[in-house]
């Protein structure tokens, strides 16, 4: 009782209400005064056991919130569309692992579609996406511009070209990706309509079957620039540009208007803002 009252800065009389209104509720004594001291009876003993129990549970989880604000651990859920994911995310990754290394981090990769709706559900931190979003429950931040390039083999008769004119892309068989990725509808905007009458010879999977099928001299493309770094430092590719344009991607970030962001988001949003160009 001594120790109760120096610890809750309580009159002794306001202990023992609190106890009377304990052994009230229970329907049981859980303390008896005997010899001059106060002693447990069992079910007080029973009761002090999970109030243990409970105190440690409750400082336990202060702990581990204060370890999620501290970022000495939670999870970054983050989701992009593929190009994104397999040539520019993994560099970002390694950043922000490089200075919170106890955040675990999971990506998923598809199109923008399929990320948009799991980040609206709360299933994702976080959206890398490249086609246009328009959901009012998510805030929308351009990221960076992409640029786009057309590739074709060291062994195609433009690889020794300075320059293409747009409506020579009509002359060449065409290899494309994934549908869906977007990038026709940027090349609409930037080139015109002479995208949409291309001669397409095969259309393929993912950015590194395109990648094989030029460099194999099964056609022409036009990529993402981040795609063929290695390519045409090995020579396995050329990029030829197109004359009297630029043409791009441009990246958006997403995440819920209306939720709150976890510390680790807030880092990794930050990080992805010195990315920005």
């Known amino acids: 009782m001594a120790k109760a009252t120096d610890i809750l800065q309580y009159a002794q009389p306001t202990i023992s209400t609190h106890i009377a209104n304990l052994e009230s509720y229970y329907g049981c004594p859980l303390i008896d005064f005997q010899n001059r001291k106060y002693v447990l009876t069992e079910e007080g003993t029973c009761l002090y056991n999970y109030a243990v129990k ?7 989880a202060h702990t581990a919130i204060e370890e999620f604000r501290s970022l000495e651990r939670g999870t970054l859920m983050i989701g992009s569309s593929s190009n994104i994911g397999v040539y520019m ?11 919170y290394p106890d955040i675990s981090l999971r990506v998923f990769i598809d199109r923008t579609q399929a990320i948009e709706k799991k980040v609206v559900d709360y299933e994702l931190n ?37 320059g293409i004119k747009a409506d020579e892309l009509l002359t060449m068989p065409f290899v494309v990706g994934e549908q869906g990725s977007g990038t026709r509808r940027f090349l609409e905007r930037q080139i015109g309509d002479i995208i949409n ?7 393929l999977g993912s ?3 395109v990648k094989k099928a030029v460099e194999n001299s099964l056609g022409i493309s036009i990529v993402v620039e981040s795609a063929i770094t290695r390519e045409l ?37 930050s990080i992805l803002r010195s990315f920005s160009l």
Do not use: M
């Open 197 to 203: 009458h291309v001669n397409i010879s095969l259309e």
């Open 207 to 209: 950015t590194e079957a």
């Open 233 to 269: 430092q090995s020579g396995t590719l050329v990029s030829v540009p197109i004359t009297g344009v630029e043409i791009y991607k441009e990246y958006k970030i997403i995440y819920p208007s209306n939720k709150y962001l976890t510390e680790g988001t807030k880092r990794f949003l």
């Open 89 to 99: 995310l993994p560099k970002i990754l390694g950043l922000f692992r490089e200075h």
């Open 126 to 162: 976080i959206g890398i996406v490249e086609a246009d979003v328009y959901n009012t429950n998510l805030k929308v931040e351009f990221f960076r511009k992409e640029p786009l390039v057309l590739i074709v083999s060291p062994l195609h008769p433009w690889a020794k070209r300075e």
């Open 54 to 60: 409970i105190l440690a549970i409750v400082t336990e």
